[in-house]
C-alpha cells in the first residue's frame, strides 16, 4: 500500500512538472514570436514607438489581443502575427506585463 502512494506521488510530480515545462516552453516561444514579428516596428524610434511587455497590464494585454486589432484599429493582428502564433505571444505580453509577478522589457 505504501509503495502505490508513493507512486502515485511521483506520478503527480511529474504531471506537474512536465505542465510546467510546457507553459514556460510557450512563454518562451512568445518572447521568440514577439522580437521577430513585433520589434521591428516597436522600439524605440522606430515607425510603430516602443512596445514590450511591461507597455502594458495584464489586463490590458488580454483585451488587446481579444480584440484582435494592430495599428490602432486599422489591420488585423493576424496579418502581422501568425494565428498558430498569437497565443504564445499573448503568453508572453500578460506574463511578462507592468503588473506581473514577473516584469520584463523584452530586450
Known sequence: MRRVGMLATVATVLTLAAGLALAAGSDSKGKFYFKKSCKTCHTKGAEGGEVTPLTKTQEQWKRYFTKGLHKKGSQKLTDVVPAE??????????????????????G
Do not use: G
Open 85 to 106: 502564433q498569437l497565443p504564445e505571444v499573448q503568453l508572453f505580453l500578460v506574463n511578462h506585463a507592468a503588473d506581473s509577478p514577473q516584469p520584463e522589457t523584452c
